[in-house]
């Protein structure tokens, strides 16, 4: 039985990176079908963010972040822009979900902010990448402004906010149990087995 893990998450989010890479590592044991769903950390007209708060980002929390996916992963991190809007990208997610490339595209876009330091904001470096994992480049730039992607962007981030998720990364594992954090994949296997024992007494698990 294949589980189905929704999870909300931000390109610019540093643990929705570790969260993915976790999420990976459980598909290479566990037949789980992932499906992504936006969640805007920065949202558009957001206010500028606190001068003590970028300091304590850029001098300790990005610090120890890029030191744990070092030593975990084994990812040497070179970060873009802090404080980007991400939604050109995530609306770029919903076209490539469309097209069922919706995993590669956000495995490409996520390592090209977190590891190459690309500006993921600029249409230009999203067309490329979107390219990259076999999408075409005319009918990605019509969906970047398809209201009804961005409407699907939108959509997320109500369903996000109506199940009380304030935090990312979020994980809903088939429609029953939510994991928040960058938890390992060995709770992640857990949570699983977990569904899969449940299915097996026929208390019913969301597919």
Known sequence: ?????????????????????????????????????????????????????????????????????????????????FGISSRAALIGEKVAAAHGREDAYHEAVTKAYWVDAQNIEDVSVLVALAESVGLDRDSFLAGLSDPTYDAQVSDDVEAGAQMGLNSVPSLVFGMRYLI??????????QVVDKLLEEQKQGLGVGE
């Open 180 to 189: 928040t954090g960058a938890q390992p994949a060995e709770v992640l296997r």
């Open 1 to 81: 039985m294949t589980i189905q893990v929704d999870v909300w998450s931000d390109f610019v989010c540093p643990w929705c990176y570790a969260a993915a890479l976790n999420l990976k590592a459980l598909q290479t044991t566990h037949e789980v079908s992932i499906r992504w769903h936006s969640f805007e950390l920065r949202p558009t007209g957001s206010p500028p963010m606190d001068p003590a708060y970028l300091q304590h980002i850029e001098t300790s929390a990005r610090p120890r972040f890029n030191q744990m996916m070092q030593e975990s992963y084994g990812i040497a991190i070179n970060s873009g822009k």
